[in-house]
């Protein structure tokens, strides 16, 4: 007898009920459950008054998802960029988001749209952030930096690996 004999409904029941709990439990993403993520350096962005930002990459789409939510901080001179596979049109919002955030757009290496400032979101509806051109890749760095380091429009933006 196994736990698919018609005699074993129960044991039947309880196997398809934990095989489909712990199936959406690893699919669903809920912004409210999860904690913070740090992830490693891979790639630096030198800025023409060589000041260098080391860039945190969000490649996946659960690390994009979750990006800087419920970080309390950033480390000065660095930021997290989030890479697309193909270019898209995205926006981006602040939910769960602790620290206000400049965000930088790119497609083909130039810069094509900014945002500066963008203020947190503790409860939802939040607004939301981007061009209504496709990108390439964006970068988040902590709000002030856009000013501070002169990024401007049009700007090209090489990376590095670290």
Do not use: H
Not at 18 to 30: D, L
């Amino acid at each position: 007898m196994g736990i698919f004999d018609n005699k074993n409904r129960l044991g039947r029941l309880l196997y398809f009920y934990f095989f489909t709990y712990f199936f959406i439990a690893q699919s669903v993403v809920s912004e409210t459950i999860l904690g913070p993520q740090y992830l490693k350096y891979e790639l630096s962005w030198c800025i023409k008054s060589m000041q260098c930002l080391a860039l945190e990459v969000a490649d996946t789409p659960l690390k994009r998802r979750i990006g800087l939510m419920k970080r309390p901080s950033l480390k000065q001179g660095s930021g997290m960029i989030f890479i697309f596979q193909k270019p898209v049109i995205k926006k981006f919002w602040m939910f769960n988001t602790l620290i206000p955030l400049d965000i930088i757009f790119v497609k083909n290496n130039k810069i094509i749209y900014l945002e500066e400032n963008v203020p947190i979101c503790t409860e939802k509806p939040c607004s939301v952030y981007g061009p209504e051109n496709y990108f390439d890749y964006a970068i988040e760095l902590n709000s002030g930096d856009i000013e501070r380091l002169n990024i401007k429009l049009r700007d090209q933006v090489e990376l590095l690996r670290i």
